[in-house]
């Protein structure tokens, strides 16, 4: 199974100080992979549409959108 999270770029993954959300996307991360699953991580501030589709998502089995934002983008893609 390959996994992509899809997060906001406002603090590095893992993070270096606070940064819960980016802590929980690096242990879920780091849990899965120990399972066999593949993980990539897109974590740019306000990535474009061809960001997007550079980490070519329909190569994955699930997509996870840490960012709501996003989602204005995700639509183009499948809508």
């Known amino acids: 199974m390959k996994l992509l999270f899809v997060a906001?770029?406002?603090?590095?993954?893992?993070?270096?100080?606070?940064?819960?959300?980016?802590?929980?996307?690096?242990e879920q991360r780091r849990f899965l992979e120990t399972q066999g699953v593949s993980v990539g991580i897109l974590n740019r501030r306000r990535p474009a549409l061809w960001q997007l589709l550079r980490s070519r998502p329909w190569q994955y089995d699930v997509v996870h959108l840490y960012d709501d934002s996003r989602?204005?983008?995700w639509t183009r893609l499948y809508g």
Do not use: S, V
């Open 8 to 26: 906001g770029g406002h603090l590095p993954i893992p993070p270096t100080g606070w940064g819960a959300i980016e802590r929980i996307i690096d």
């Open 71 to 73: 989602t204005k983008l």
